[in-house]
């Protein structure tokens, strides 16, 4: 297992289209997070999964995002009616919650960009 | 809620020598983790150095050490022997102990390296 992997590294889209990212953590990590990163800003959390259930959702997620962990492996971001707003990375990073370190591992990161 | 202040938004260092990178923080907390994370362009954020708030041994990893200070809320990160590769923007961030260790993220400093 070489890491946190996402997937597309790049989107460009238009506004009002829908775009779906996805991520799969390492492969023991029970623990999944969803953080939103704009250029020259610290990445500020969106959401958290332990297993398949998603703990935590930031205010930051609209109602036009959703994530989703169906079986607590992989996870997917989708944005729907995407916004010129919505331009970004979006890093998912994962932990294991028998190693209570307080460390996320990140991938390398999914970005978006609406036209 | 927890805050983490990172006011340099640019330091440039020569190489070999020593820099020190500062951030403060806000918690209500007593025992948490503090972190800086690297991110080098266009690749993923890993893990440079971590320090547990109920010890008060300052952390150290190789040419990387804090300077924790718990009272006032301080936690800079001194980089000795500076090196072309430890060009990057470096995050300072902040997790509370427990069931959910998300982090909390500056805004981030970009290092520069002249050789």
């Known amino acids: 297992d070489t890491g946190v992997s996402q997937d597309p590294r790049h989107k460009i889209t238009k506004r009002g289209q829908n775009v779906t990212f996805r991520c799969d953590p390492i492969s023991e990590h029970n623990r999944l997070y969803w953080y939103r990163q704009t250029l020259g800003q610290g990445p500020e959390f969106l959401t958290y999964?332990?297993?398949?259930?998603?703990?935590?959702k930031s205010r930051l997620l609209s109602d036009r995002f959703s994530a989703e962990r169906p079986k607590g492996s992989f996870s997917t971001l989708e944005i729907q009616r995407t916004e010129q707003g919505d331009s970004a990375m979006y890093l998912c990073?994962?932990?294991?919650?028998?190693?209570?370190?307080?460390?996320?591992?990140f991938g390398e990161g999914s970005r978006l960009t609406v036209l | 809620a927890q805050t983490v202040t990172q006011s340099q938004p640019e330091m440039s260092v020569q190489e070999a020598e020593t820099v020190t990178l500062s951030c403060t923080y806000d918690?209500?907390?007593?025992?948490?983790?503090l972190f800086w994370y690297k991110q080098p362009p266009s690749r993923q954020m890993i893990l440079v150095i971590r320090q547990e708030a109920y010890k008060q041994q300052n952390a150290t990893e190789n040419r990387f050490s804090v300077n924790f200070q718990k009272a006032a809320k301080s936690f800079s990160l001194k980089i000795s022997d500076s090196q072309l590769g430890d060009a990057a923007m470096y995050f300072c961030a902040y997790s509370a102990t427990g069931a959910n260790s998300k982090l909390t993220f500056g805004k981030g400093i970009t290092l520069s390296v002249r050789p």
């Open positions: 990073a994962s932990s294991y919650a028998g190693h209570n370190t307080g460390e996320l591992f």
């Open positions: 918690t209500s907390e007593s025992d948490y983790y």
């Open positions: 999964f332990q297993n398949e259930a998603q703990l935590e």
